[in-house]
């Protein structure tokens, strides 16, 4: 099983600041044969499912605020949002799709500082 | 339209079965493949299953294997999640998740159901 380590576990940012979320797969999710990453970033607020903001690494999902971007390649990986604002709290996380079982990091819990 | 309806909240015993529903909205069920995934209080994501709604062809988490079925009607355009042998530890939210079916992303999330495992 490819396992996701995300860290920190936890965040705290003040409003305007830039917040990074790193994400780390034991194995490479890049797929050779057409050179994607098969990994998606979710935000998940208490009370709701999941939310897709970014897919293959660095795709932001339409309708996702320009703040969020994605990056990274292979087994390394970054959430980043430029610009914290106060709807951004919530917990964020890291998917990979390239192999069975599907796995997710144990999430990082964004706050405000 | 909301693209994923799933069933209401359940409440079952332990050693007892439990069936959720995910209905599709639209036509073109066929073309996507359902996940499940479930989350327990206070906890991350866990993935349990898939199937293909085109064929019907599963995958499952080796921690379910033997306990868990993943079934569609394709005419209902509905999935379906049967857990067995329910014990304490599968309270949890469980939710269906949509995407393609040649790949396993997730774009589309179901509300979610509340299953509750006590006697």
């Known amino acids: 099983d490819i396992v996701m380590t995300q860290s920190p576990d936890s965040l705290a940012v003040s409003l305007g600041e830039r917040a990074t979320i790193n994400c780390k797969s034991s194995?490479?999710?890049?797929?050779?044969?057409?050179?994607?990453?098969?990994l998606t970033w979710y935000q998940q607020k208490p009370g709701q499912p999941p939310k897709v903001l970014i897919h293959w690494a660095s795709t932001r999902e339409s309708g996702v605020p320009d703040r969020f971007s994605g990056s990274g390649s292979g087994t390394d990986f970054t959430l980043t949002i430029s610009s914290l604002q106060a709807e951004d709290v919530a917990v964020y996380y890291c998917q990979q799709y390239y192999s069975i079982p599907i796995t997710f990091g144990q999430g990082t819990r964004l706050e405000i500082k | 339209q909301v693209p994923l309806v799933q069933s209401g909240a359940e409440v079952k015993e332990p050693g007892a079965s439990v069936k959720v529903s995910c209905r599709a909205s639209g036509n073109s069920f066929t073309i996507y493949g359902i996940h499940w995934v479930r989350q327990a209080p206070e906890q991350g994501l866990e993935w349990v299953g898939w199937?293909?709604?085109?064929?019907?062809?599963?995958k499952y988490s080796q921690k379910f294997q033997g306990r868990v079925t993943i079934k569609r009607d394709t005419f209902a355009s509905t999935a379906y999640m049967d857990l067995s042998s329910l014990r304490s530890e599968d309270t949890a939210v469980y939710y269906c998740?949509?995407?393609?079916?040649?790949?396993?992303?997730?774009?589309?999330w179901g509300q979610g159901t509340t299953v509750t495992v006590s006697s």
């Open positions: 199937i293909n709604a085109g064929n019907g062809d599963t």
């Open positions: 998740a949509r995407g393609p079916r040649d790949y396993f992303a997730m774009d589309v």
């Open positions: 194995q490479s999710v890049l797929y050779s044969s057409n050179n994607k990453n098969y």
